[in-house]
């Protein structure tokens, strides 16, 4: 009976040992797989941190684009006015003498009040 109790515990001892070597290799599996899901989410963080700028950058130069056109329109129209007036000067001005007293009459009329 003796031979069979040391058995027992010799194949107790081995499948203890074989259950430690399990856990260690489990341990270190988790250990990989939680650095490679970092890596992933790192990789995929930056990702959409490029996806999100190039969209901001292509935003960004249809805006100054679209500004720049505006700027552009404004000066025209302002021109255009600029001449406009110019011309009516030239080729009036007895009348536009008469509408500037005009329009100085109503605004101190207006100021008086």
């Known amino acids: 009976m003796a031979t069979s109790t040391s058995t027992t515990s010799s194949n107790g ?14 341990k270190d ?8 899901v970092a890596s992933l989410v790192s990789a995929t963080g930056n990702a959409a941190y490029r996806r999100a700028r190039k969209n901001l950058d292509g935003v960004l130069a249809d805006a100054s684009g ?7 329109a404004v000066k025209d129209v302002t021109s255009t006015i600029g001449d406009a007036v110019e011309d009516a000067v030239y080729k009036r001005p007895v009348t536009t003498l008469a509408m500037a007293a005009g329009i100085g009459f109503l605004i101190g009329a207006i100021w008086r009040r």
Do not use: M
Request: charged share 40%; glycine share 4%; aromatic share 0%.
């Open 29 to 36: 599996d988790i250990s990989k797989l939680t650095q490679q």
């Open 13 to 26: 001892s081995h499948a203890k040992e074989a259950i430690d070597r399990e856990v260690e290799t489990l």
């Open 66 to 72: 679209k500004g720049q056109e505006a700027v552009d």
